[in-house]
């Protein structure tokens, strides 16, 4: 290789990492069997238009590549309708060979690589000739140099379905639709913790992004397809979700005033109806796998482990005074509230600390785990599109963290999405799997079993009562709703997140309101979206 090749080499690798990100250019020349002819015959000049040429190609500048050939705006008028009519979002060109052609001329093989979108591109070899014109060594223009099969008159087209229904909810509305780059939220669609995993499984699952690369004469008429994927079944994937559900659920959150989560499951299928998250929460999915503590909407498992080891029933008279010393530890009740002597039911409606710690701490050591997993919060689940994690609640041989566990404080932990499974699971009376899709199945990891019918009744109606004339009673007035406050005191004990945990008929869901004090921001909340589905 000649001294001026090599340093020409060193170029254009320069300016290819200076345009790594949209294209790539390298040149190999021919071998040692050139010599002399290849200096005679101008090779170092013709190896460096041939790369000027292709560099602008891969960087789709039409007008730099063009002003490389020997007619520039026959060349500028074809490059530049190519990059619009394909849409190509980086092109590269690599593994361009130079070499003397005989009577004057320099040819040249090469690849180019389009990117046309998300997961399509195209791949195919190429060639060139270099002739000397008045102004140099030129590359000969033919739109040829596009693709080998481009003729004068014709066009390079991508054709997918742009605007066509990708992914819908239950109802058939679109969710997502077919751009050029792939799946996208359909207009007036928010549900960003949902939308882009759920772009990538219709990707890999939906029938309809079917494209093309097509070569049409000057009235459009289609000649030839030279490259893409089929089709195949066009029909949309079906969701579980719900998109008046949805933006009942992102209005909720959006007006809780503090970062928010609100997770909707129908009980009786397990559909993912809405998964929602105010803008104050970021944009981790919190929603389905932050882990918290879950504060009093865990006394429903509580209550569940208290019922199935007979330790008490609903209408036991239990002390609920506004502090209680057990063990080590003194509990209070919120603002320390006091009832006296009332019955298990009522204790749990008005959510008293000091009854359900002095309860937790009596049961067996693993008397709330498997209430916990019976309800649903160490489950596992693998649903595509999403990562679910539900919660963690471990057997605790210590009876000050039982008594700490049993009022939801503690090691225990749940997600929005954990804690609405809880509420589900209640409200249907048997395990529920979550599911995202009609068309592709969850799997279960870790399934679970639930409480017995006699207890989950119990349950159910110290749920209701909650709403009727407990902790919950601003949502009495939305139909017959079940559910549970909570309120979790954060490490420093300074700032307490809010939860509320219920259902109404056949839809059942959870919220976290982040550093709101108390349980009534996350009960405002549900109101919000109750009313609002109703």
Known sequence: MTTAAKRWVLTAAALAVVAMVTASVVILFGGGDRGTAGETEG??????IAADFLTAFAHRNAASASAWTDDPRAARRVLTEAVADLGA???ETGAATVRPAGDGAMTGSFTVRWT??????????NTLELRLTDRGWRVRWTPALIHPRLREGQRLVLRTHPGTPAAVDRDGTPLLVWR???????PGVEAPVLLPGMARVTREHGGGNGWSVVLVDARGGERQRLTGERGGDSRPLASTLSIPVQRAAQAAVDGAGAPAMLVAIQPSTGELLAVAQSTEAGAAPGALTGLYAPGSTFKIATATAVLEHGVAAPDTVLPCPGTARIGTRTIPNDDRFDLGAVPLHTAFAHSCNTTFARLAADLPHDALATAASQLGLNADFTIPGITTEAGK????????????????????QASPFGVALMAATVARGAPVTPTLWRDVETTVGTGYQA???????AVRAMMRETVTSGTAQALAGLGEVHGKTGTAQL???TQAHGWFAGYRGDLAFAVLVQGAGSSRPAVDAGAAFLAAVS
């Open 43 to 48: 090779g170092p000049e013709a190896e460096r």
């Open 393 to 412: 609640v471990e057997a605790a041989a210590d009876p000050v963290r039982r008594l700490e566990d049993g009022i939801g404080q503690g090691r225990v």
């Open 451 to 457: 409480p017995s019918p006699a207890v989950l009744d």
């Open 116 to 125: 046309l979108g998300e997961g399509r591109v195209w791949t195919y070899e």
């Open 89 to 91: 979002t980086a092109v």
């Open 491 to 493: 490490p420093d004990r």
């Open 180 to 186: 050029h780059d792939g799946p996208r939220a359909a």
